[in-house]
């Protein structure tokens, strides 16, 4: 049987595996623990060896081959297709934790618990690479995130960071606010650690980088603090209770506000502000 033979015969198990996944949350939480999980540490292991991220010469050798492939551009994409089914579809469809939607009230009040945990910490500069450092050791992850090397296409999705399942890499914006990427980063490396939902993975990262406390711990209150803004009719008299320069930093981090998955982190920390 040549090669065209066996990836179209593959169709039918990636098929059903990806239906599952996506149809049966206990079945894909399985998966996530036995397959995703222990290939996303075995990639991050390899690629982590690298200084640069090895996703922008993997996709430069997959588009190439799907543009002079010629025969062999359906087994090209026959391969992406099953490593997203496997590497991504199971913690991404696994049962995940939901909150109530907090009252208004209760989301000010948040606020109000967040910027006085800011002024009594006060402002936490680094670099990059200490801000970097400080999110792999607040999630304990097997590869330090990495800064993209040509950051513009992250821009281009509006994204602060982005977890890549086919290298198993955390990869940041450089050009965004250091106060802001320990957080981003420690997000994305919880999605190198198995956790799919985009709320889950902020809750995660918000309290690894609170309990490591420094930078991380300042980055996640800033995050946390600008989504819980969001869901305000009006929000302005937050920035007032800060300091000019925590102040700044909040006003740099992008808004993050909007519902979806990401908000839960409001609902989840509003169910411990009295």
């Not at 066996?6 to 599952?20: I, R, S, T, V």
């Not at 939607?101 to 680094?126: I, N, P, Y």
């Not at 399942?165 to 981003?184: H, M, N, Q, Y």
């Amino acid at each position: 049987m040549g090669r065209r033979g066996l990836w179209k015969k593959g169709l039918l198990p990636a098929g059903a595996f990806a239906l599952l996944c996506l149809l049966w949350p206990a079945f894909a939480g399985k998966a996530a623990k036995w397959i995703s999980i222990p290939a996303a540490g075995l990639l991050a292991g390899i690629s982590g060896k690298f200084p640069v991220p090895v996703f922008g010469i993997l996709a430069l050798l997959a588009l190439a081959g799907l543009i002079f492939g010629k025969g062999r551009r359906g087994g090209i994409a026959f391969c992406i297709a099953a490593a997203y089914a496997l590497l991504w579809l199971p913690p991404t469809n696994a049962p995940t934790a939901t909150y109530p939607r907090a009252e208004q009230a209760r989301t000010e009040a948040l606020c109000r618990a967040l910027a006085e945990e800011l002024v009594q910490t006060g402002r936490q500069a680094v670099s990059l690479s200490e801000g970097l450092i400080q999110a792999r050791a607040a999630m304990n992850a097997p590869a330090r995130p990495k800064a993209a090397r040509f950051p513009a296409w992250l821009r281009g999705l509006k994204a602060a960071g982005i977890y890549v399942p086919f290298t198993g890499e955390a990869l940041v914006d450089p050009t965004r606010s250091a106060a802001g990427l320990p957080f981003t980063a420690a997000h994305e490396l919880a999605h190198m650690l198995g956790v799919g939902n985009e709320g889950a993975a902020n809750i995660a990262a918000y309290a690894a980088c609170v309990e490591y406390g420094e930078a991380a711990g300042y980055s996640a209150r800033l995050w946390a603090l600008k989504y819980a803004m969001g869901r305000l009719t009006d929000a302005n008299w937050v920035y007032a209770l800060l300091s000019r320069e925590t102040a700044e930093d909040l006003a740099q981090i992008p808004w993050a506000g909007g519902g979806g998955e990401y908000d839960t982190l409001v609902d989840y920390l509003c169910a411990s502000v009295s």
